[in-house]
């Protein structure tokens, strides 16, 4: 099953339960707009043609909102299955927004500084006419930054002839960016679990894993050490580390920042001193391996599709906390909710970022800027409330977490649609 169609199943289900007739169904899993472009650029010194996406999924709710991803596999069903994601994540967060997806197909590792900006800029360029504070505004995903974000919002501006910073969303500071902006996925999932255990938590949770170590599983990890649980597995591409006593986050955010990967950490590069492997009780396994080691709570935090009817039963953790996008297939989701591991879901779980995303736009148009401590508490708001309204839907529909965001996100994009009269004729 693609990405999309994994997407369209869920999102079916809830038109279903939602009392929505078949064609209706069929609006609200087809995207309004797909666009595409070739960017002529240069990669690793030889002049390419990347295949560049951006796909508007439904804007019922407000503007078309979601990251720009830079990758190999970031073709045109996977940004169209995100696209839909986004839609219901804003429609659960109950933001005025509505869902939309852009990549560009290549692999970022082989690009130099100067080859990244010639590509953020011919992205930029390519889709000018559908970018817009009032129609779409993209932002940061899988190996896109702040500084990506600013060469876009450049190329943009230079395009349009005006100033427009809540085109984009994820800049630096001094570029209009929001305080809390750069931890909202990680500080938001963090709000979540911490919500969740309040209602079923009996202070045993404790030990963490976690599959990607960027923006979103970096973050988590250190602010989930600072608040006293034990993160005893993170990975990325290169490896796993591994260490039932708990891994320092600062230490290995140190260690991959020298040497490229976490496992570097504990590896010798050019003659420099890693860490004592033997010293910190550390164990560097396959990249996977994350997956599936002993802990309480398993955050995957990088790309989808990881946890299949291969692993799912393989998983020790009893909570798992979608910080990464569809990273748990259709049918590992029913393995994992027969073995009664709770799935806290990806529209729910990752959405501090879009939120943050959304207050950024807000303060660029209202030219007014919000300290960290205003946005922090508004995000704890907003994810509470969500949480506490799917937590009752799902005890009163007797279903998972996800089937309720879906129930959920699903009824309010409808509800738009309706009152619009997109359903009639
Ligand atoms: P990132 O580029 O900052 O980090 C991705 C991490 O994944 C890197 O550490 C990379 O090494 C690791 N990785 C790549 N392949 C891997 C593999 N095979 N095994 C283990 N690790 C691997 O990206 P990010 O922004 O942290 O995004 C991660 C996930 O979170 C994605 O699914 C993204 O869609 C989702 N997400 C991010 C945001 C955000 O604001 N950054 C918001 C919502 C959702």
């Avoid at 839609?87 to 967060?93: I, Q, T």
């Avoid at 909570?319 to 990273?327: G, R, T």
Wanted: proline share 4%; with cysteine; hydrophobic share 40%.
């Amino acid at each position: 099953m693609t990405p999309i169609e994994q997407i369209k199943q869920h999102i079916e289900k809830a038109t279903s339960a939602n009392g929505l007739t078949e064609n209706e169904s069929a609006v609200l899993t087809t995207p309004f707009a797909v666009h595409q472009a070739e960017l002529s650029v240069s990669l690793s010194g030889e002049s390419v043609s990347l295949p560049a996406y951006r796909v508007q999924f439904n804007n019922a709710r407000g503007p078309y909102k979601g990251g720009i991803r830079f990758h190999q596999d970031a073709h045109l069903h996977e940004v169209e299955a995100l696209a839909a994601a986004m839609a219901v994540k804003c429609a659960v967060l109950d933001i005025p927004l509505g869902g939309a997806k852009g990549g560009v197909q290549f692999n970022p590792k082989m690009a130099s500084k100067v080859e990244l900006e010639q590509i953020s800029r011919s992205y930029a360029e390519a889709m000018s006419d559908v970018f817009g504070v009032d129609h779409d505004i993209p932002a940061p995903d899988v190996y896109t930054n702040p500084q990506i974000m600013s060469w876009m919002l450049d190329a943009y501006e230079k395009k349009v002839g005006r100033s427009e910073p809540g085109m984009i969303t994820g800049k630096p500071l001094a570029l209009g960016g929001s305080h809390g902006r750069d931890t909202a996925t990680a500080q938001g999932g963090v709000y979540l679990l911490q919500e969740y255990l309040t209602l079923h938590g009996d202070g045993s949770v404790n030990t963490v894993a976690i599959q990607g170590f960027g923006n979103a599983g970096a973050n988590a990890a250190k602010l989930l050490h600072e608040l006293g649980f034990t993160i005893v597995a993170v990975s990325d591409s290169s490896g796993t580390l591994y260490a039932p006593q708990g891994l320092d986050p600062y230490a290995i955010e140190r260690g991959k920042k020298d040497t490229g990967s976490v496992a570097g950490t504990y590896q010798s590069v050019d003659g420099d001193a890693a860490r004592g492997i033997e010293q910190d009780g550390v164990e560097i396994l396959p990249p996977d391996a994350v997956l599936t080691l002993s802990c309480d709570i398993l955050i995957p935090a990088a790309l989808d599709n990881v946890i299949t009817d291969k692993n799912a039963n393989a998983v020790q953790a009893s909570l798992i906390l979608e910080l990464a996008n569809n990273p748990i297939t259709p049918e590992a989701d029913r393995i994992l909710t027969q073995k009664g591991v709770t799935v806290l879901p990806d529209v729910l779980a990752n959405a501090g970022g879009v939120v943050v995303s959304y207050f950024e736009w807000v303060q660029n148009r209202q030219h007014h800027y919000w300290e960290l401590f205003e946005v922090q508490s508004r995000l704890k708001d907003k994810i509470s409330n969500a949480f506490v309204h799917l937590h009752d839907v799902a005890r009163e529909h007797q279903m998972t977490y996800r089937d309720a965001a879906y129930l959920v996100g699903v009824g309010r994009i409808a509800e738009a649609m309706h009152l619009r009269g997109c359903f009639d004729g």
